[in-house]
């Protein structure tokens, strides 16, 4: 996602037609084909798809070889692939997709200690999982009135975009695209623009925003579920429960470092990996990490023994999107999540945890992948949801509960 704008593309693609001294005329008989009715081809000149087929017909005319028709095509499309692409999605020399560090991390931002004082505002996208993490710690540590929340949808040139209305729902515990609640803005771009010397930069969610002073606190998802596990406990509803105890840190570092890069991250570097070579090295890493977690599970509840942490928080987010959308959209496909019992029986586990299957919107993560990220998927189609993602199957029992036994320890 970036300021480029995919849509462009289409009409580049007319651009790059080779013949132009065609004098075939585009609107007869044999352009719609003999068996078209009146309708059908009233409503297929209006769709774009068959507009450009009309246009090759009238170019190459109706004969021209599929072999020659296959390698224009590809040439094309592999070209503006790769432009959109290294836009899109930034890749290092050998292909490989390297994601660009967040602008706003929390250990910079000179007025942090005053933060946990502030009038703070979250803005998230139901689809992205760095920014569901924060839904999730949000819910759990009972912020809902402290730290309210304005809820973007991405719109068609991948930016994150406000409806124009207050949704008709005000309770802040109904998670649904809306407007934005404190500053108006028509998109995030224009609320990252408010801040004191403006931005250009990319404008992600999860951001964090102080009310008062308008002024980004931290858009690192890391960092926020961080500040808001031991930050703001004087305004939590549920100050008790802490994620991230201090005996078990070192623990959550361990598994970070593991399910960061070859999961959270994994799964972007299956689905933009620009070579080959890129995508193998990612899909290896991405699934011998997860057998291991898979070991690793059929003994522990949670990743760090009996403890629901923060580490949890960050891999579920992953693992509830991956048959959605990453086992098809990604490539992740060498097995589903749903082959994995305790992967999944533990997956399960988080869903059914008071407040969580809320912060879970299946139609708004399908909707965003599927028909946001046109690089992956020019035709936008959404494909039909896998039956084992329903709401009522991942609210079955899965009998986790009497593993408690494990030290928590990664162990490779
Ligand atoms: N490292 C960031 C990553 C956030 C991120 O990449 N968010 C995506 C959505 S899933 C985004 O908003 N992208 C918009 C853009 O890059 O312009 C974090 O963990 O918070």
């Given at each position: 996602?970036s300021?480029a704008?995919?849509?462009?593309?289409?009409?580049q693609?007319?651009v790059?037609?080779?013949?132009?001294n065609?004098t075939?005329?585009?609107?007869g008989?044999?352009r719609v084909?003999p068996?078209?009715?009146l309708?059908?081809?009233r409503?297929?000149s209006?769709?774009p798809?068959?507009?450009?087929?009309?246009v090759?017909?009238?170019?190459?005319g109706?004969?021209?070889p599929?072999?020659?028709l296959?390698?224009?095509?590809?040439?094309?499309?592999n070209?503006?692939w790769q432009?959109?692409?290294?836009?899109?999605?930034?890749?290092?020399s050998?292909?490989?997709?390297?994601?660009p560090a967040?602008?706003?991390?929390?250990?910079?931002?000179?007025?942090?200690?005053a933060?946990a004082?502030?009038?703070?505002?979250?803005?998230?996208?139901?689809?992205?999982p760095w920014?569901h993490?924060?839904?999730i710690?949000?819910?759990l540590?009972?912020?809902?009135?402290?730290?309210?929340?304005?809820i973007?949808?991405?719109?068609q040139?991948g930016?994150?975009e406000?409806?124009?209305?207050?949704?008709?729902?005000r309770?802040?515990?109904?998670?649904?695209?809306?407007?934005d609640?404190?500053?108006?803005?028509k998109?995030?771009?224009?609320?990252?623009?408010?801040?004191?010397?403006?931005?250009?930069g990319?404008a992600?969610?999860?951001?964090?925003w102080?009310?008062?002073?308008?002024?980004?606190?931290?858009?690192?998802?890391?960092?926020?579920?961080?500040?808001?596990?031991?930050g703001?406990?004087?305004?939590a509803?549920?100050?008790?429960?802490?994620?991230?105890?201090a005996e078990?840190?070192?623990?959550?570092?361990?598994?970070?470092?593991l399910?960061?890069?070859?999961v959270n991250?994994?799964?972007?570097?299956?689905?933009?990996?620009?070579?080959q070579?890129?995508?193998?090295?990612?899909v290896?890493?991405?699934?011998?990490?997860?057998?291991?977690?898979e070991?690793?599970?059929?003994?522990?509840?949670?990743?760090?023994g009996?403890?629901?942490t923060?580490?949890?928080?960050?891999l579920?987010?992953?693992?509830?999107?991956?048959?959605?959308?990453y086992?098809?959209l990604?490539?992740?496909?060498?097995?589903?999540?749903?082959e994995?019992?305790?992967?999944?029986?533990?997956?399960?586990?988080?869903?059914?945890?008071?407040?969580v299957?809320?912060?879970?919107n299946?139609?708004?993560?399908?909707?965003g992948?599927y028909?946001?990220?046109?690089?992956l998927?020019?035709?936008?189609?959404?494909?039909?949801?896998?039956?084992?993602?329903a709401?009522?199957?991942?609210?079955?029992?899965?009998?986790?509960?009497?593993?408690?036994?494990?030290?928590g320890?990664?162990?490779?």
């Amino acid at each position: 996602m970036s300021s480029a704008s995919p849509l462009t593309l289409s009409s580049q693609l007319l651009v790059l037609s080779p013949k132009k001294n065609r004098t075939r005329t585009i609107l007869g008989p044999c352009r719609v084909g003999p068996r078209m009715s009146l309708d059908q081809q009233r409503s297929s000149s209006s769709n774009p798809v068959t507009l450009l087929t009309n246009v090759t017909k009238l170019l190459w005319g109706p004969s021209l070889p599929p072999g020659l028709l296959i390698s224009t095509v590809r040439t094309a499309w592999n070209s503006t692939w790769q432009l959109m692409m290294s836009q899109l999605a930034p890749s290092d020399s050998s292909g490989n997709y390297t994601r660009p560090a967040s602008k706003f991390p929390l250990q910079n931002n000179p007025t942090a200690s005053a933060t946990a004082t502030a009038k703070l505002h979250l803005y998230v996208g139901l689809p992205c999982p760095w920014a569901h993490r924060t839904l999730i710690v949000r819910a759990l540590k009972g912020l809902e009135d402290a730290v309210s929340v304005s809820i973007a949808s991405p719109g068609q040139d991948g930016s994150w975009e406000f409806k124009e209305i207050p949704s008709r729902s005000r309770d802040k515990d109904i998670l649904v695209p809306g407007w934005d609640s404190v500053n108006g803005s028509k998109n995030l771009k224009e609320v990252y623009g408010l801040r004191k010397g403006g931005y250009s930069g990319r404008a992600s969610v999860p951001m964090l925003w102080d009310v008062d002073k308008k002024e980004v606190v931290c858009n690192e998802s890391y960092d926020i579920i961080h500040f808001f596990n031991s930050g703001l406990n004087g305004v939590a509803r549920n100050p008790g429960m802490d994620l991230a105890p201090a005996e078990l840190k070192a623990k959550i570092e361990d598994w970070n470092k593991l399910i960061y890069p070859n999961v959270n991250n994994g799964v972007y570097r299956c689905g933009f990996a620009q070579s080959q070579e890129a995508y193998d090295t990612a899909v290896n890493g991405l699934f011998s990490a997860l057998e291991k977690i898979e070991d690793h599970l059929g003994g522990s509840r949670y990743l760090c023994g009996d403890t629901l942490t923060l580490a949890d928080v960050c891999l579920f987010t992953t693992l509830i999107r991956f048959d959605l959308v990453y086992n098809v959209l990604f490539k992740c496909t060498k097995k589903k999540l749903i082959e994995y019992p305790n992967l999944h029986g533990y997956m399960c586990d988080i869903y059914q945890i008071p407040k969580v299957a809320e912060t879970c919107n299946f139609t708004e993560i399908m909707d965003g992948y599927y028909k946001i990220l046109f690089p992956l998927n020019p035709g936008s189609i959404r494909p039909v949801m896998p039956s084992a993602c329903a709401h009522q199957l991942l609210s079955k029992p899965h009998n986790r509960e009497s593993l408690l036994s494990s030290d928590g320890y990664l162990h490779v």
